[in-house]
Nanobody, 127 residues
Framework: QVQPVESGGGSVQAGGSLRLSCSTS????????IGWFRQTSRNEREGVAS????????YYAASVKGRFTLFEDKARNTVYLQMNNLRPEDTAMYYC????????????????????WGQGTQVTVSS
């Protein structure tokens, strides 16, 4: 299986928006959970948003709830993370991850649940 591929990062001012994309081709039938995570040089990798493919449930970290939206385009095998009202503290490397084990269902926001990771895309928010 190939790695998921992220795109869409960049630099914006506080209050701006970005949309990250994650191509999930190759995981159409094997992905049990899909998540977005972020990491800075000082912090551990933290879950930002996640979902079960094809399900209506999505989960968000408290710090992004109401500002970020995860959604799928099944026809394009792509998962998006729409990020609005960005803050400087959102600055991080953002990773798309896929879990192929149903064990992720009980820990959908934990990085340990995921076994395939993209290379990451940098998001920088200036004040």
């Amino acid at each position: 299986q190939v790695q998921p591929v992220e795109s869409g990062g960049g630099s914006v001012q506080a209050g701006g928006s970005l949309r990250l994309s994650c191509s999930t081709s190759g995981y159409t039938y094997s992905a049990k959970c899909i998540g977005w995570f972020r990491q800075t040089s000082r912090n551990e990798r933290e879950g930002v948003a996640s979902t079960y493919p094809g399900a209506s449930s999505t989960y968000y970290a408290a710090s992004v709830k109401g500002r970020f939206t995860l959604f799928e385009d099944k026809a394009r095998n792509t998962v998006y993370l729409q990020m609005n009202n960005l803050r400087p503290e959102d600055t991080a490397m953002y990773y798309c991850a896929i879990a192929t084990s149903s064990a992720c269902l009980g820990a959908v926001m934990r990085s340990e649940s995921y076994n395939f990771w993209g290379q990451g895309t940098q998001v920088t928010v200036s004040s």
